[in-house]
């Protein structure tokens, strides 16, 4: 699995988006862009994934750049809440090994 | 996520006792992980499991042994603690996207807080 490259830290305004980048120049073909993040020792959660479109649910916007080489996590309208860990992950398709390899992350702090 | 339970929650015990860390899910899926994260650190990979009969080492296996009771239920087992492993540990449990040949989603649970004095 390709490795990640992330800020260790950033912050946000209650409100604004939190846009979070990721570097994976090594990534593959068949390997996808995983978020996670984790409140303070709480489970990690997933957020969203993607292969090469850009891609949206309820909680997160994922962006990827055409070479798939970076990619960012767009929170639309953070909120206290989303103060968390954010992981960054990239994982083989139909990988037998089944691992997540988790980084240091970005702490996200948003402030009122 | 409450579809994977873990227990104990906190536990605090002594160097060379044995200790059971349980999970549970009813998320009806086939494969689960233990992990464990320290401070400051990511999280490493114990043992996997993709079905009843497949078990398989992670990263850092030595030190811990598992047991897949059922497709619902995967214990660790730490056969003599030693403060080194004072951590916390996350069960999680995936199954494959309906393309099947797509890489899966894990979801966790809470995590047991395991302190070795």
């Known amino acids: 699995d390709a490795k990640t490259t992330q800020p260790t830290s950033m912050d946000c305004a209650e409100g604004r988006a939190a846009n979070l980048p990721c570097n994976h120049s090594?990534?593959?073909?068949?390997?996808?862009v995983y978020w996670y993040r984790q409140i303070h020792s709480q489970g990690p959660q997933y957020i969203i994934h993607g292969l090469k479109n850009n891609e949206t649910n309820e909680m997160a916007s994922l962006i990827i750049t055409e070479d798939r080489k970076s990619s960012t996590l767009i929170l639309p309208h953070a909120t206290l809440r989303d103060t968390a860990v954010y992981y960054c992950?990239?994982?083989?398709?139909?990988?037998?090994?089944?691992?997540?390899?988790f980084g240091r992350g970005t702490q996200l702090t948003v402030w009122p | 996520d409450a579809d994977v339970t873990q227990t104990p929650r906190n536990r605090i015990t002594k160097t060379g006792k044995r200790i059971m860390l349980e999970c549970s899910q009813t998320?009806?899926?086939?494969?689960m992980y233990w992990y464990r994260q320290d401070p400051g650190l990511g999280l490493r990979l114990i043992y996997y499991?993709?079905?009843?009969?497949?078990?398989n080492k992670g990263e850092i296996s030595d030190g811990y042994s598992v047991s897949r009771q059922a497709q619902a239920k995967f214990s660790l087992s730490l056969e003599s603690a030693i403060p080194n492993q004072t951590a916390l540990y996350f069960c999680?449990?995936?199954?494959?996207?309906?393309?099947?040949?797509?890489?899966?989603?894990?979801?966790f649970g809470p995590g047991t807080r395991l302190t070795v004095l």
């Open positions: 998320k009806g899926h086939d494969r």
């Open positions: 090594t990534i593959s073909g068949n390997e996808y």
């Open positions: 999680a449990t995936s199954a494959l996207d309906p393309g099947g040949a797509v890489a899966d989603t894990q979801y």
């Open positions: 992950i990239v994982r083989n398709r139909g990988s037998t090994l089944g691992r997540l390899y």
């Open positions: 499991s993709f079905d009843v009969k497949d078990i």
